[in-house]
């Protein structure tokens, strides 16, 4: 048989790029927070379930400023957005997937004054969201903009979507169609706007639910820190969002209100699921006595229409339910871990609990499934690692240094952690040897 000539294979070659080049994606991205379909389930395999700061670490690099915002991912590129401690300037940076390299740092805004922040949040802690071509990144108040991630050009930026976070942005930012869903939810304004995402120009704004409501309440109790999420009833997109006071589905296309739930007193951090029919919902903290005391989950039936408070809530629990973080859902079994690490395994779909056990630590960051596994990170850096099922397995404890609050991305068999100095991707290495 012959030999293929040079030219062939280098023919054969190009044409593999250029294939490769027109399906546009690698095999899976992260394109949101909790990933791209915003549930918290990774598709990858061979995911490491133990590593240490001198094993299973592909590399290691440094993030200037602070920032609990997650990494987003698209084909090579690795986006975050960071920003000085203080707020004095606000950034985000791309590395590269396969090197840790840094391909760009590209300071975005230096505003003049900035609002006071709750000790345990950070400047930059809204996830950014990315698609072919783009990247858009959200500081809450101090703007929103789309960068082009082929030539890091700065494509449109909004510095006018403005509130008083009284205790700073959390809210992260969703892809809709040509919509971006962007949630300004303050002390004296409440609003959400779907931006045109080639333009960055406002297409619809809903504020205030109840200003009667809002009123009788104290101005922090008037935000909300939340996700929103998309899902589809009935054949029709809802935009389910947990709003202080209110869980309230809009139509994504419009803004207009399908449905709404009043839950509580206090700010929604825990962003809306989707189960088998149900919307499950964080009621954020419910006060005793004026003071933080428990948070509640509802299960929501999302096909009424209006006020459906008595009549489509189908089950709810206020055991053990995080304020900060989002629980995951695998198969039919629902995964959540409080901030004092209660860890609970129930039935999402009548509440039922399977079993609880108690984790160490304190937790910030959300639960991320992959390969048969839940991974819990708590705020100290150790990662504990059980078995996705019914009856509870304890399979692994990792250790990694620094403050973690940012939830992890999960893909093509590694985990992107950020910690308060660094990102780590962390990936089974042949010789469980770090390479930083």
Known sequence: MRKPTKLVTLGLFV???LLFS??????ENWTHFRGSNLNGLSDS???PSQWSETENIAWKVPVNGVGWSSPVVFNQ??????????????????????????????????????????????YATPTPCIEKDFVYVHYGTYGTACIDTRNFEV????????????????????LYKDLLIVHLEGTDVQNIFALNKHTGETVWQVGTPDQKAYNDVAPVYRKSYQTPLIIQVNGQDQLITNRSLFAISYDPNTGKENWRVFYGEDSAVSMPLYYNGLVLVNSGWVLSQGAPYFARLLAVDPTGKGDITESHVVWQTD???PQTSTPVIVDSLMFMVDERGSLTCLNPGNGEVHWTEKLKGHFNCSPIYAAGVIYFTNTNGETSVIKA????????????????????AVLRGAILQRSDKYLY???IMEENQAEI
């Not at 027109?22 to 095999?27: E, L």
């Not at 909004?158 to 809210?171: K, M, P």
């Open 15 to 17: 044409l593999a790029q």
């Open 22 to 27: 027109c399906a546009g994606t690698y095999p």
């Open 45 to 47: 395999e061979n995911v």
């Open 77 to 122: 590129q690795v986006w975050m957005t960071t920003a000085d401690r203080d707020g004095d300037w606000f950034s985000v940076v791309c590395f590269d997937f396969d090197s840790g390299e840094l391909l760009q740092e590209l300071e975005l805004y230096r505003p003049d004054t900035v609002q006071r922040m709750h000790a345990t949040n950070s």
């Open 155 to 174: 494509v449109w930026s909004r510095t006018d979507l403005n509130c008083e976070h009284l205790q700073g942005a959390a809210s992260s930012i969703i």
């Open 319 to 321: 055991e053990h339910v």
């Open 389 to 408: 099922a019914s009856e509870f397995e304890l399979l692994a404890k990792n250790k990694l240094d620094g403050t973690f609050k940012a939830t992890p």
């Open 425 to 427: 991707k962390l990936a």
